[in-house]
């Protein structure tokens, strides 16, 4: 296969011998069988990838103290150790190639996270007119924004055609039209991937599973409608069909299901007499590699996830060599969560603790369900420590509860914690760096918390804790 692009040694890549397992997901977890690391401290390897332990106990991220971060910022407190997401970021880029690497702005999004990404080359997942504006406010390449959504309306559109996006992910058979109309009106021909539901299990939470065939996202491939939708975008003089794309969820850690997914999108280019033409040239996996958040937890590394697709796509595509598929292929994907979530902690502040005898032991934060909506979501759990003392033993079972008017408002159930924690002290929750700040509310009028970046013994804030003007500001 030769690949024009220099970013894209995808035929360089090392060729594993090694099967593929299909370990089980941690999304949930039954509170009632208690963290797999009972009374023992966190695992180190939760926490984000540049953290050390101070003198006295305490965590520092990017060499700076999470106690001092408290202290100058207050809590709740997102704190994301910034070298990791870039480290993490040249990981997947070794696979692929920088600009095929792009980061879905879902999942953590801000001005800096935007130019972080920009820096490091990737490209930009956007699936909404707020995440476009955005991308564009902070002066982001739109050649390297692929727009997403499955609801996208008629001003997103105009607004990513007018800017000049790279790729627009196409949805439902009226997205085409609407997107054949308004490319004649702005005088552009956009390039597009048609989304594909593979209709591969991802073995993850059904509210993050998105490839299977009754999903809301992108066209079936065994019912016919992927191919369909393909050559309605072929036949018109008014787009270019640049590629396929498939997402099979979220939080995923069964790498044939990625493998499988990447056969179905070969498969599927196979067929298209573009594709063999070499009109076509883009097969996007989409995201959703999972992440370790409890020690149990086995999730597939960076490396192994490039080295099982890579693998697996360029397999496929020998064996479609026939269908002369193995002209130049642009291997893309689209890593959210996998990127940021174990660069990040939240740290609160203890508020009030009830005890319920022989029942729960509550301990109440200063945060909840409007910095972390997950686990109410989807059942999401995660461990709990004291950064002051990251090493102490967690003995004793709490609940970590938020302050708002649900009783569904729990942070971690049947959390493993330290001995005596007490009102006042400080408690994180570990690998929150996905999908926490970016579902965020104002529920209870509760103000979104501040969001900071620590690096090389500097912390800058990147996203200002809200205030009570701010909530007020849209009253008329
Ligand atoms: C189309 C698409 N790409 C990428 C992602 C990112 O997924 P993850 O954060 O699991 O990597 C999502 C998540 O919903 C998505 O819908």
């Known amino acids: 296969m030769s690949m024009p692009d220099a970013e894209s040694p995808v035929s360089e890549s090392p060729v594993s011998e090694s099967p593929v397992s299909a370990a089980p997901v941690s999304t949930s977890r039954d509170p009632a069988k208690g963290p797999d690391t009972a009374a023992a401290p966190i695992d180190a390897r939760l926490l984000p990838p540049n953290h050390d332990i101070d003198a006295s106990g305490a965590l520092r991220i990017g060499g700076v103290s999470v106690q001092e971060l408290a202290e100058v910022y207050g809590t709740p407190l997102f704190i994301y150790d910034e070298e990791g997401i870039r480290q993490r970021a040249r990981a997947f880029a070794q696979w692929f190639g920088a600009r095929n690497v792009t980061y879905a702005s879902k999942a953590f999004a801000c001005r800096a996270m935007v130019e972080l990404v920009d820096e490091e080359g990737l490209s930009l997942d956007v699936s909404t007119g707020g995440e476009l504006d955005m991308a564009l406010r902070a002066g982001f390449d739109p050649a390297r924004i692929v727009l997403h959504g499955n609801n996208k309306s008629d001003a997103e559109i105009m607004t990513a055609l007018a800017a000049g996006v790279g790729l627009v992910v196409v949805d439902s058979f009226d997205e085409i039209d609407r997107l054949v109309r ?79 997914s990447a056969e179905v999108l070969v498969e599927l280019a196979a067929d298209l007499d573009r594709f063999t033409e070499h009109e076509m040239s883009v097969l996007d996996l989409g995201g959703g590699l999972g992440v370790n ?108 509860a938020g302050k708002h008017c649900e009783q569904g408002d729990l942070i971690v159930k049947n959390a493993a914690v330290p001995a005596d924690v007490s009102i006042g002290d400080l408690v994180a929750t570990a690998v929150t760096g996905a999908y926490g700040y970016s579902m965020a509310s104002n529920y209870n009028k509760v103000p979104r918390p501040a969001v900071v970046f620590v690096r090389d013994g500097e912390h800058r804030l990147v996203i200002r804790r809200e205030t009570f003007d701010d909530l007020a500001r849209l009253d008329c």
């Open 293 to 400: 958040y409890h020690a149990g937890d086995d999730a597939p590394s960076i490396d192994r996830y490039g080295t099982t697709t890579v693998d697996a796509f360029n397999a496929a595509l020998r064996g479609g060599a026939d269908h002369g598929l193995l002209g130049d292929i642009r291997l893309m994907i689209e890593p959210g969560r996998s990127l940021v979530a174990p660069c990040a902690i939240t740290v609160y502040r203890v508020g009030t603790i009830k005890d319920i005898p022989g029942i729960v032991r509550y301990i109440a934060v200063d945060g909840g369900m409007s910095d972390n909506l997950r686990p109410s979501l989807y059942q999401a759990d995660y461990e709990v420590f004291d950064p002051t003392r990251v090493a102490a033993p967690r003995p004793e079972r709490a609940t970590i």
């Open 182 to 260: 308004h490319a004649r009106s702005v005088g552009t021909i956009p390039a597009v991937l048609v989304r594909v539901n593979p209709g591969v299990e991802a073995h993850t939470h059904d509210y993050i599973t998105t490839g299977l065939a009754d999903s809301k996202f992108g066209f079936g491939y065994q019912n016919g409608q992927a191919s369909l939708a393909c050559e309605a975008v072929s036949r018109s003089n008014d787009l270019h069909l640049a590629g396929i794309h498939a997402h099979i969820g979220s939080q995923v850690f069964a790498l044939d299901s990625f493998a499988r």
